[in-house]
């Protein structure tokens, strides 16, 4: 069974947001639900620049410009949307604090 996204509407506004991410979400979107990765470590076969912090997976959206956080449940086969940043917010860190969220 491969991934599902939960929350996929999220994407949709973070889309219409960001309209010069629309084309790599939808790209992000074909890759995730095409896969059966058991780890980390498979998920990076995918997506080699997919980095865990804490129990998060980020992803470059965009070439670097935008980051995607998701929380992936490997066992049950699913992914939650938790945010889309700009590398700015991104890298002010606020995020994991749970603030963005």
Not at 17 to 33: H, L, S, V
Not at 51 to 76: A, M, P, S, W
Request: net charge positive.
């Amino acid at each position: 069974m491969v991934l599902r996204i939960i929350t996929k509407q999220r994407l949709k506004l973070y889309a219409d947001n960001y309209p010069d991410a629309r084309e790599a979400i939808a790209f992000w979107i074909i890759g995730i639900t095409s896969i059966e990765p058991q780890n980390l470590a498979e998920l990076r076969k995918r997506f080699g620049s997919a980095d865990l912090v804490g129990r998060l997976t980020v992803f470059n959206i965009c070439c670097h410009k935008y980051r995607l956080i998701v929380r992936i449940e490997y066992q049950r086969k699913e992914v939650y949307i938790r945010n889309f940043l700009t590398h700015a917010e991104y890298n002010k860190e606020y995020w994991k604090n749970g603030e963005w969220f």
